[in-house]
């Protein structure tokens, strides 16, 4: 196992007293040589920082490569249809009106609907079981529309597509929790997040190549969805069998390896690790005022702007502010004040684009879609990792995730309504909305995160001394906020 010498410094004893996997007790004895003693004194392995980098590595090389390619597939097979509309896909199915966009639309109903009932199976049976399961049925719905022959089929199949992929996502970040240390979390989970970029411009490029294809037998377009499905069930089979179900069974780990693995989770991530499920007491994190308040603002994160003015350059810059301000927020452990700056930049700049002349002002123009697109990504990516932080109870976690994520989704319904042609080059009143939205999760971002230091200092008050978040294991923190001892991490 290993230890995390900030833990060393703990104002509350010289030694912390855990419980294994296997329901036995140790000691962190805190020395010099820092090592974790069994009940009788013996030394099961001694504690390195050296050890906890290489173990994360380990998880880095093969635990992250795997969850980005099942979310680029993921990316392709819901962006699939805009490349397809554009070489006869309304042609061929004899779409007419508002079709398309019902097509599109539906997708969000069974998506929200349905991710916090998945999201639960995945607690229960492992996301490493549900995750290639769900990848596997999103990749058979999408290879299923090369069969499809009009509005309907279509719409049946983007229905069980939006149910398949719903809890996606929550359940990524819920596994990364099982895996990395609340401080480690942010970078992790931005470099994921990228994925969805490199799908976006890769999407385009395959598309293209594929719509090159000569055949009489059947659409061009339907070549797309062939390949595309193919590939996604094709791999969905590969992680079934590769991903772990936790980081403390991981194969690919020695048995000291995973013993470090299972010490960490349970010192600085969850109260009982591995727990099973429990209906009544994960739905109790909504007892808590502060789990309404981030869904709001989980809801504003989502910014119109992200499905309609992406462009290249603006899209890769947005990517690697994404990481700059995940990479810093994991070394300040500090959540909310590099989430309110997504929201500030993509605020300023759309202020910024609305009160210019864009004709005459090209290039100030074009500098505030970076500053909007620099905003688009990280409130979503740093407030998951956030309330995923604050949330001790693993089935309270997976709940709160499989909720909040699909919520902030249907601003993508928003969003695709109130950009009309009729208002272009300037689409006031869509960008006004969309900074309203920015401005109003700026304020919320700030009110929440003001409320967690000055909740702190009223607890380190009440207790008689200064506790920081990193002197308390988490296994004590079941009870979140109502715990003598919990601390915010804002």
């Known amino acids: 196992m290993d230890y995390d010498k900030r833990s060393q410094e703990s104002p509350m004893s010289d030694e912390k007293q855990l419980t294994t996997e296997d329901g036995k007790n140790i000691e962190v004895q805190e020395s010099s040589v820092p090592a974790i003693a069994t009940e009788d004194g013996s030394t099961l392995s001694v504690i390195?920082?050296?050890?906890?980098?290489?173990?994360?590595?380990?998880?880095?090389l093969r635990i992250l490569p795997v969850l980005a390619i099942m979310y680029f597939f993921n990316s392709l097979d819901k962006s699939n249809l805009g490349n397809a509309k554009t070489h006869g896909l309304e042609k061929t199915l004899?779409?007419?009106?508002?079709?398309?966009?019902?097509?599109?639309?539906?997708f969000f109903v069974p998506y929200v609907l349905t991710a916090p009932f998945l999201g639960i199976l995945g607690k229960q049976y492992g996301p490493n079981r549900v995750l290639p399961l769900m990848m596997f049925t999103f990749g058979s719905c999408t290879l299923l529309v090369t069969a499809a022959k009009n509005f309907a089929g279509v719409m049946t199949l983007r229905w069980f597509l939006g149910m398949s992929e719903s809890a996606f996502f929550p359940l990524v970040i819920y596994y990364?929790?099982?895996?990395?240390?609340?401080?480690?979390?942010?970078?992790?989970?931005?470099i994921f997040y990228?994925?969805?970029?490199?799908?976006?411009?890769s999407g385009g490029l395959l598309a293209f190549g594929v719509f090159q294809i000569n055949s009489d037998s059947i659409a061009e377009w339907r070549y797309l969805f062939i390949i595309e499905g193919c590939c996604t069930i094709l791999f969905s089979f590969f992680a079934f069998f590769y991903l772990p179900q936790s980081a403390s069974t991981a194969k690919f780990l020695s048995p000291e390896e995973k013993e470090l693995a299972y010490y960490r989770m349970q010192v600085d991530s969850s109260s009982v690790v591995n727990e099973k499920f429990n209906f009544r007491e994960s739905f109790k994190i909504f007892k808590e005022w502060t789990s309404w308040l981030i869904l709001i603002v989980a809801r504003l994160g989502y910014s119109a702007v992200k499905t309609n003015l992406y462009t290249v350059a603006p899209n890769v810059s947005g990517a690697v502010m994404l990481l700059i301000l995940a990479f810093a927020s994991d070394y300040t452990r500090w959540r909310f004040p590099f989430v309110a700056l997504g929201f500030l930049f993509t605020f300023l700049g759309m202020?910024?684009?609305?009160?210019?002349?864009?004709?005459?002002?090209?290039?100030?123009?074009?500098?505030?879609?970076?500053?909007?697109?620099?905003?688009t990504s990280a409130p979503s990516v740093l407030l998951d990792v956030w309330y995923n932080n604050n949330i001790a109870h693993e089935g309270r976690r997976v709940v709160l995730t499989s909720i909040g994520v699909p919520l902030a989704n249907l601003m993508g319904v928003v969003s695709s309504n109130i950009f009309q042609n009729k208002d272009a080059p300037k689409y006031i009143p869509a960008l006004a909305t969309t900074?309203?939205?920015?401005?109003?999760?700026?304020?919320?971002?700030l009110v929440l995160g003001t409320f967690m230091i000055f909740d702190n200092a009223r607890r380190n008050k009440n207790a008689g001394r200064k506790i920081d978040i990193k002197d308390i294991p988490t296994e004590r923190l079941r009870d979140g906020p109502r715990a003598e001892e919990f601390r915010w991490f804002y």
């Open 48 to 60: 390195s920082p050296a050890a906890e980098r290489a173990l994360t590595r380990k998880f880095d």
């Open 94 to 106: 004899g779409l007419k009106g508002t079709q398309y966009n019902t097509i599109l639309s539906v």
């Open 176 to 190: 990364q929790t099982t895996f990395y240390r609340r401080g480690e979390l942010a970078r992790r989970l931005a």
């Open 194 to 201: 990228a994925a969805q970029s490199i799908a976006s411009a």
């Open 351 to 375: 202020t910024i684009y609305v009160g210019i002349d864009v004709e005459s002002q090209l290039h100030v123009a074009y500098f505030a879609t970076f500053m909007m697109t620099w905003g």
């Open 435 to 445: 900074a309203a939205f920015g401005a109003t999760g700026l304020a919320l971002t």
